[in-house]
């Protein structure tokens, strides 16, 4: 048999193998018990051993199974998704101290994927990915203070940017009837519990 | 046909509106916080005290189920609420006695975060056993559990609750610990007990009332003090030679500093409603007994709870991380 | 029998009556709204109409609430069909089969399969709900711990059929899947696993996040990224009524999936979770179509929908009989039943006759009105692919961010969102299928549960697998599910090697 290799299902190897490996180090904080008395770690150890043994298996396999290549990674592509990593994690850590509100909630959580989201949509190749998560988080940070009006224009403006085709005139029709709707069914009809306009 | 919860609870009884405060409040909905999922003894019991609590108030009262970690979610956000009498909290054994012992990271004082306003409700435990397990008296129990070689199984609606703390405590008095089977909440545990696939089970009155009266399963025991009104045929484990008192318990609470013209007009309110012989009635069916405190003896009996449940929880050795 | 007659004629005289086929067809058309829209589940909804039923006579309430929980089922298929957004588990199933029939013009029949098999299998089990309720719950409650750790072992392995590519790589997902259940409050000692201190994960990690993301939002990507297979999809919308030959397909599929989600309805924690994919994979190995699953099986979609609203109906059962609520919807109707001041349990039968009968008859009515909303508004639904994807993609997400929002009023489950979004994309381009994962999650901590307590009731004894009958046999059948799983996977290895 000679190599083949599929990349993909290497790939998906190496990936459930890490996570078998980080899952089994966390594991470590919870005590095994006894077949009688399991403890809160006995199920994790079994599930983690047999997801890294079939994490070995599918990598095995991709050895023999390809060529599966995946699709091509520019220099752009990897370098924006660096950037854009760095960009969340900095953003992550740094929010806080600028404006007390990142502070507040999971309000770090969301600049952070933003930022990150934003730096790793200027590769064209991962646009719509970027673009698209970024739009949720905004809604994210958007929603509580800034309230159900605005967290709804803003995700769908910004998931607007992801596709090339939009017309200004398409995008405030979009924005008009959505924004109706939305209103009719989430606030008239089911009454959830959000601030309609923003908080100070 | 509009069905949304402010059309459902403000139009009919917004007709029947209370005079308001002077500051005027309550100015908007009041928002009550339930720490526990829809459909169990906690909500159920909100939801009985919040229908006439609106009429009085005339402003909705709006059931909020925030469930989690030993309800310590719901009440962590109760206590960051502004306390200004619009947010309040079904306060409870769990979140107010027991999780404070359980949980080392709580991000909240069971005592100084909160205002407690009045204890609606308390009510016992209650042992109770599969009918063709043999066991109708806690000498019964004592007898099969020394004698059985492997002992007897004790089924409870979760690790950490009330009734678990039960179980250990009966096992410590009886020398032989108890094989303690936790279920998901009471629901999936009593059907193991109507099954037979555990003989036995320690349940709060409200969740169990219903299948000992319709004989699915016995009562061999209550927790209580003296014999519950509802079920006067049922000794108390006291009775039976165990000391052993323990009462869950569900009350009213809302942040810290709530104005005192806030609290004295929720207390009296809440007074009032559980003196109404419909609502007593509907308790009484559940199993528990209306609450009589004042604020300032709700807060100490919270505080005698917290003080009790300390030891217990550490001994039982049920830990949460 | 006759008199099983004559208490259905009662029962349908109060289900009939003007009031109470009012707000059974309100109960109907509001939960096929929540059920269309992602996130809001019955759960939500009915927790929020529970007051508004305190001022209704008790029957009328609970025909209304039920109304509610199997129009939810309904309307959750259309959206897993049209946008592969499923807002349930149960749904999880119907976007294999349904959205890849959706991509090929065949949406309307997919909707109409999945409506027709509904108020199919939803009147045979009402019908069995009615004639042998008690006996059933007999049935349900000689499963013990051990039974139901080797039903769901039998599940895990049969959500492994629910993969289009490799074996090893599904069931690497579905283990995945477990591990991510593992997150939150151990049961059995309260203690928090894999939480990382956050108090949002102690209650364990959110369903509808990971199904909005993984499925809806990676989806949206994934089709902006090919515009060429949006212009494919809205270029195909083919006739909405089922083929001659689609009907020949379709029906024994139906007949199965009924009896499967009939049978599987009546255990409490979690049975009804299984019902819809244990029928998926007895179609996939049984039915005619066989050979097009993964394209579009119009079985796929047959099977698996008459399955969850036939366990839907049956799952009413423990309640009735015993008072005791089978899953979440039912706590509800506990509550609101108490709050009514009626004790549900054995005597209801007896003590509340108008209750029990009205109840089981309005479950038929309900199903036919379901059925009489449903048909038409295929038609609109099937138009709403024909709206220019840069319209709906913008729209999807709204509907998905509100949806994940007002499940706890958290903005944690939406960044939750973000996260399953990106990792969907990323199995998407690994070709590993969120399908068996999210199996793997649902039915992971029942699992566990399960194990454990079979385990501390044996005394650490593991034989009391096999020597209980009723899991023997599950054992067994998931032992030869194995076998015929990875026999095909032998033969495909073996024409491959011919080949290369």
Request: with cysteine; net charge neutral.
């Amino acid at each position: 048999m000679q190599l083949k290799i599929s990349t993909k299902d290497v790939l998906s190897g190496v990936f459930l193998i890490l996570v078998a490996v980080v899952g089994l180090y966390l594991n470590q904080d919870h005590s095994l018990g006894t077949a009688r008395r399991m403890g809160p770690g006995y199920m994790p150890m079994m599930t983690f051993y047999l997801l890294g043994g079939l994490g070995v298996w599918t990598l095995l396999i991709g050895l023999f199974s390809g060529p599966d290549p995946l699709e091509k990674w520019t220099g752009q592509d990897v370098g924006s998704l660096l950037a854009g990593i760095a960009a969340g994690a900095v953003t992550y850590l740094v929010a806080p101290s600028i404006w007390g509100f990142f502070g507040q909630t999971y309000n770090a959580v969301g600049v952070g994927i933003l930022a990150g989201m934003l730096v790793f949509a200027i590769s064209p190749g991962w646009r719509p990915l970027a673009i698209v998560c970024a739009a949720v988080a905004v809604f994210g940070l958007t929603l509580e203070k800034g309230g159900f009006f605005l967290a709804l224009t803003s995700l769908m403006l910004l998931s607007c940017v992801a596709d090339r085709t939009h017309t200004l005139r398409g995008v405030a029709g979009l924005l008009a009837f959505m924004l109706a709707l939305s209103w009719y069914v989430f606030i008239h009809e089911l009454d959830i519990r959000v601030n309609l306009w923003p908080v100070l | 046909m509009r069905l949304t919860r402010r059309a459902a609870l403000g139009v009919p009884l917004l007709g029947l509106a209370a005079p308001a405060l002077a500051q005027g409040w309550p100015a908007q909905p009041i928002r009550l916080i339930v720490p526990f999922a829809p459909g169990g003894t906690t909500d159920l019991i909100a939801r009985l005290v919040a229908a006439p609590l609106q009429e009085r108030l005339g402003q909705p009262v709006v059931i909020e189920n925030r469930p989690g970690a030993g309800a310590t979610l719901g009440s962590q956000m109760a206590a960051q609420a502004a306390p200004d009498g619009h947010t309040l909290l079904l306060s409870n054994i769990a979140s107010h006695a027991i999780s404070p012992a359980l949980y080392g990271n709580l991000r909240y004082d069971a005592l100084r975060d909160f205002t407690h306003i009045a204890l609606l409700t308390l009510n016992p435990s209650v042992i109770v056993a599969n009918p063709r397990a043999g066991i109708g008296s806690m000498a019964d129990l004592a007898r099969i559990h020394r004698e059985s070689p492997r002992g007897l199984d004790m089924a409870s609606s979760g690790a950490g609750s009330s009734n678990h703390l039960l179980i250990v405590r009966l096992g410590q008095m009886l020398g032989r610990e108890i094989n303690h089977i936790p279920f998901r909440g009471a629901g999936p545990a009593m059907t193991a007990v109507i099954g037979g696939q555990v003989p036995l089970m320690s349940d709060s009155l409200p969740s169990a009332a219903a299948h000992i009266r319709q004989g699915s399963v016995r009562a061999v025991a209550m927790s209580s003090a003296e014999r519950h009104p509802a079920f006067p045929e049922v000794a108390t484990l006291r009775e039976q030679g165990f000391d052993l008192v323990t009462n869950s318990w569900f009350g009213l609470s809302g942040p810290a500093r709530l104005p005192a013209p806030v609290v004295e007009r929720l207390a009296r309110d809440i007074r009032e409603i559980l003196a109404r012989p419909d609502i007593r009635a509907r308790f009484a069916e559940i199993g528990g007994a209306p609450g009589a405190f004042s604020p300032a003896e709700f807060t100490a009996f919270i505080a005698a709870e917290l003080a009790a449940w300390a030891p217990l929880v550490r001994e039982s050795g049920a830990q949460p991380d | 029998m006759e008199l099983l007659l004559s208490n259905l004629a009662h029962g349908f005289g109060v289900a009939l009556s003007l009031q109470n086929l009012t707000f059974a067809l309100l109960g109907a058309l509001i939960g096929t709204a929540i059920g269309v829209l992602p996130g809001i589940g019955p759960v939500a909804t009915i927790s929020l109409l529970l007051p508004i039923t305190f001022g209704l006579p008790a029957t009328t309430a609970i025909i209304m609430l039920a109304g509610i929980f199997y129009g939810a089922q309904y309307g959750g298929s259309t959206t897993s069909i049209l946008l592969n957004l499923p807002g349930e588990v149960s749904s999880v199933v119907t976007t294999l089969e349904g959205y890849k029939m959706a991509r090929n013009g065949r949406a309307g029949a997919a909707l109409a399969i999945a409506a027709l098999g509904s108020f199919f299998a939803g009147s045979v089990a009402t019908i069995l709900v009615a004639a042998s309720g008690p006996l059933l719950t007999q049935v349900a409650l000689s499963f013990g711990p051990a039974d139901y750790f080797s039903l769901m072992l039998l599940g895990l392995i049969i959500a492994c059929v629910l993969a289009q590519g490799s074996v090893v790589k599904a069931i690497g997902m579905v283990v995945l899947g477990v591990a991510l259940g593992l997150v939150g409050t151990d049961v059995q000692t309260g203690q928090q696993r894999f939480t990382f201190g956050i108090p949002e994960l102690s209650d364990g990690i959110g369903f509808v996040p990971i199904a909005m993301g993984m499925f809806g939002i990676a989806e949206i990507i994934l089709n902006l990224e090919r515009p060429e297979a949006r212009s494919v999809l809205k270029s195909k919308v083919g006739s909405l009524w089922l083929t001659k030959e689609e009907w020949v397909r379709a029906t024994p599929a139906v007949l199965r999936g009924t009896v499967v989600g009939s049978f599987l309805g009546i255990l409490p924690g979690g049975g009804a979770s299984l019902a819809a994919f244990g029928s998926y994979m007895m179609e996939r190995k049984i039915s005619r179509g066989r050979n097009e699953f993964g394209k579009g099986a119009i079985e796929g979609v047959a099977g698996p929908e008459s399955a969850n609203n036939a366990a839907a109906q049956t799952s009413f059962i423990p309640l009735l009989t015993l008072g005791i609520p089978s899953n979440a919807v039912m706590a509800l109707m506990v509550g609101a039943l108490i709050i009514q001041g009626i004790q549900p349990g054995p005597r209801m039968v007896e003590a509340q006759p108008d209750l029990f009968w009205g109840l089981i008859a309005s479950m038929w009515v309900g199903n036919l009105m379901l059925l009489v909303i449903n048909l038409p508004m295929i038609g609109m639904w099937v138009k709403l692919l024909q709206v220019p994807y840069k319209f709906l993609y913008p729209s999807i997400l709204v509907f998905c961010c509100i949806g994940v929002y007002s499940l706890n009023n958290n903005v944690f489950d939406v960044y939750m969102t973000v996260l399953f979004t990106v990792f969907g994309y990323m199995c998407a381009k690994l070709r590993l299928e969120p399908a068996p994962m999210l199996i793997g999650f649902v039915l992971g901590p029942m699992m566990e549960e399960h194990l454990r307590r079979a385990m501390l009731l044996s005394r650490g004894d593991w034989m009391v697998f096999v020597q209980r009958p009723i899991s023997a046999t599950m054992l067994a059948i998931a032992a030869f599910a194995l076998v015929l799983m990875a026999l095909p996977n032998i033969r495909k290895g073996k024409d491959q090697a011919l080949a290369g």
